[in-house]
């Protein structure tokens, strides 16, 4: 975790583009992949974004299970180059990432389907990063953590961890999740505003953070009810937003992709409303190479 200066305040800021495949996803193919390598698996299939495939693509690399990655055709060159490395086979598919949820579900009969937004294995694998944040704090909560979401699968990943750190008494008190989703493809962040308990069906634009475009967001309801339990908000960014940050990042050394430039984004717009004396958390969830030559 390092500190930062954003908008004049301090915050912290973890830095999970640098696990082994360039993104946080890593903490919860660890543990997805350590399960299905228990249970002898000898394939398995994955849909995603790019970089849960680039994850669960690596870990089973490692544990020696074959692997079959469907992802949308407009997938950065550099995610869909990384997955193929690791010997995986890649399926393009047409559409948007819910056609590519959709062509994956004919496959699961045959195979595992290490699915990082189905299996809650993978959430227990994410909340890590809420246990790291708390020891590096000496075993305290922050005020705030400012996270993206698409999915979901850091978002609730975090909220397990530090509810576990809450109820076995570690912490004294849950941290405000502050959640980032791109203004072009919002349905959480609309659901919020109309303090509606299900995500809204949105009519969603493109956005160049690919890693959140989600529009039909499996786990909506339970990522609106954590947010909310939490005293957290949901932010809007941008495309320009996006692109100014992540273009004002690598000048302060840091160069992360579009997605996570957004997380970055929305923190700007949270740290002006921020308590006096509050610690906010935030995380940089991938690398900036993955993407470097669209
Ligand atoms: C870099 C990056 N950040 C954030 C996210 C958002 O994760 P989720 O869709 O689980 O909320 C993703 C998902 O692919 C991602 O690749």
Redesign the pocket.
Same mark, same amino acid.
């Given at each position: 975790m390092i500190e930062e200066e954003v908008c004049g305040k301090k915050v912290l800021i973890k830095m999970d583009q640098l696990l082994p495949t360039g993104?946080?996803?890593d903490r919860g193919a660890s543990l997805l992949i350590s399960y299905a390598r228990e249970h002898k698996v000898s394939s398995l299939v994955e849909d995603?974004?790019?970089?849960?495939g680039c994850s669960i693509a690596a870990y089973s690399a490692r544990a020696g299970i074959s692997c079959e990655i469907f992802v949308p055709e407009h997938t950065s060159v550099g995610k869909l180059r990384q997955i193929e490395s690791y010997g995986s086979k890649i399926r393009l598919v047409k559409g948007s990432r819910e056609d590519v949820s959709r062509k994956v579900l004919e496959q699961i009969w045959e195979n595992f389907y290490a699915s990082?937004?189905y299996n809650p294995l993978f959430l227990h694998g994410t909340k890590t990063l809420a246990f790291e944040v708390c020891e590096q704090l000496g075993w305290k909560s922050p005020g705030a953590i400012v996270v993206?979401? &698409?999915? &979901?699968? +850091? +978002?609730l990943g975090v909220s397990i961890g530090f509810g576990e750190l809450h109820s076995g008494g570690i912490i004294d008190h849950l941290p405000k999740i502050i959640a980032v989703q791109a203004e072009n493809c919002a349905p959480l962040l609309r659901a919020f505003e109309l303090n509606r308990k299900d995500p809204e069906g949105v009519d969603a634009q493109s956005t160049v953070a690919e890693? !959140?475009a !989600?529009e039909r967001p499996i786990r909506g309801t339970q990522i609106l009810k954590a947010v909310r339990d939490s005293g957290g908000i949901f932010v809007g960014v941008s495309e320009q937003e996006i692109i100014d940050t992540w273009k004002e990042l690598p000048k302060r050394g840091h160069f992360v992709?579009q997605?996570?430039a957004a997380?970055i984004a929305g923190l700007k717009k949270y740290i002006s409303k921020s308590g006096p004396g509050e610690t906010v958390v935030s995380v940089f969830? &991938?690398h900036g190479l993955k993407t470097a030559c669209e």
């Open positions: 993104s946080y996803k995603s974004s790019g970089n849960a990082h937004v993206p979401v &698409g999915n &979901g699968t +850091l +978002l890693g !959140i !989600i992709e997605t996570a997380t969830t &991938g």
